[in-house]
T-cell receptor, first 111, second 117 residues
Framework: GESVGLHLPTLSVQEGDNSIINCAYS??????FIWYKQESGKGPQFIID?????DKRQGQRVTVLLNKTVKHLSLQIAATQPGDSAVYFC??????????FGAGTRLTVKP | GAVVSQHPSRVICKSGTSVKIECRSL??????MFWYRQFPKQSLMLMAT?????????EQGVEKDKFLINHASLTLSTLTVTSAHPEDSSFYIC?????????????FGPGTRLLVL
């Protein structure tokens, strides 16, 4: 079936630098995407979402970019902090009910 | 808003026993709740979709008699792992969709770590 996937399984950045986490999707009909953050031993936490009628959406220190032409999604974290260390998943609703998750990218922030 | 709780957070049981995990939406009503399973360093795998007042819909390969789901109210869904075995040891996470917003966003509980000895 169609899937949502990630380019990089791990990402290590220096504290204070910006982080970019990428995600590719295959369903061109997808119109809504979500980024989740999952810290070790915890459930996923909603970060930010974006609809397909937008190509950019900003939150607090986070920005999601959507390129529908190449079916690519990215999460940018500004001034990355140690507390940002976690696994980040992109996800899209599927079949009106389900949520399909990418494989996840582990972000490690070095002090 | 949109807080989901799970209980217990961690459980250790003997092989052959049954374990019940509760998922509650604390500040919103959820007509639909979802149960996921997550193995170490892997993504979430949907097990079943739970709708209030009706039978759960199970994903392919998930035994409905093994993983009993009850969604008795708009704020509570339970997952019972029956006759648990060591291979059932995993991290179980529930999520709920906020019916107020009508959006597809799912809000997740903190997860329950099950260890079957």
């Amino acid at each position: 079936g169609e899937s949502v996937g990630l380019h990089l399984p791990t990402l290590s950045v220096q504290e204070g630098d910006n982080s970019i986490i990428n995600c590719a999707y295959s369903n061109s009909a997808s119109d809504y995407f979500i980024w989740y953050k999952q810290e070790s031993g915890k459930g996923p936490q909603f970060i930010i979402d974006i609809r397909s009628n937008m190509d950019k959406r900003q939150g607090q220190r986070v920005t999601v970019l959507l390129n529908k032409t190449v079916k690519h999604l990215s999460l940018q974290i500004a001034a990355t902090q140690p507390g940002d260390s976690a696994v980040y998943f992109c996800a899209e609703p599927y079949n009106n009910n389900d949520m399909r998750f990418g494989a996840g990218t582990r972000l490690t922030v070095k002090p | 808003g949109a807080v989901v709780s799970q209980h217990p957070s961690r459980v250790i049981c003997k092989s052959g026993t049954s374990v019940k995990i509760e998922c509650r939406s604390l500040d919103f009503q959820a007509t639909t709740m979802f149960w996921y399973r997550q193995f170490p360093k892997q993504s979430l795998m949907l097990m079943a979709t739970s709708n209030e007042g009706s039978k759960a819909t199970y994903e392919q390969g998930v035994e409905k008699d093994k993983f009993l789901i009850n969604h008795a109210s708009l704020t509570l869904s339970t997952l019972t792992v029956t006759s648990a075995h060591p291979e059932d040891s995993s991290f179980y996470i529930c999520s709920a969709r906020d019916r107020r917003t009508g959006l597809e966003t799912q809000y997740f509980g903190p997860g329950t770590r099950l260890l079957v000895l």
